[in-house]
Nanobody
Framework: VQLQASGGGLVQAGGSLRLSCAAS????????VGWFRQAPGKEREFVTT????????YYADSVKDRFTISRDNAKNTVYLQMDSLKPEDTAVYYC???????????????????WGQGTLVTVSS
């Protein structure tokens, strides 16, 4: 599956952005789709994920109650609504997909076989 991430940009602290991850496959609903981010000089980190089928969601503590992941299977798209943005949210955001995710490793980037190109989110203070 090919993934296309979009929606990044420059926003002031406290503002909102919505990222989109569009997929090329009609069976996208079966995939677990996650968002990861990588800030300059830092390692890539887990942000959130939504499972295929059950649509159960999981969040990093740093974004819980501020970010919301959702999916529209009819549009083969997963969204990341980001509210109350902070300067420390500044990073390149990547979406990733997996057909074979395991709950115990769902937060690990190595669990995802398919990656989008990334979209830059910059939050100014």
């Amino acid at each position: 599956v090919q993934l296309q991430a979009s929606g990044g940009g420059l926003v002031q602290a406290g503002g909102s952005l919505r990222l989109s991850c569009a997929a090329s496959e009609r069976t996208f609903s079966r995939y677990t789709v996650g968002w990861f981010r990588q800030a300059p000089g830092k390692e890539r980190e887990f942000v959130t994920t939504i499972r295929g089928g059950s649509r159960h969601t999981y969040y990093a503590d740093s974004v819980k109650d501020r970010f919301t992941i959702s999916r529209d299977n009819a549009k083969n798209t997963v969204y990341l609504q980001m509210d109350s943005l902070k300067p420390e949210d500044t990073a390149v955001y990547y979406c990733a997909a997996s057909l074979t995710s395991i709950l115990s490793t769902i937060r690990e980037s190595t669990s995802y076989a398919h990656w989008g190109q990334g979209t830059l989110v910059t939050v100014s203070s």
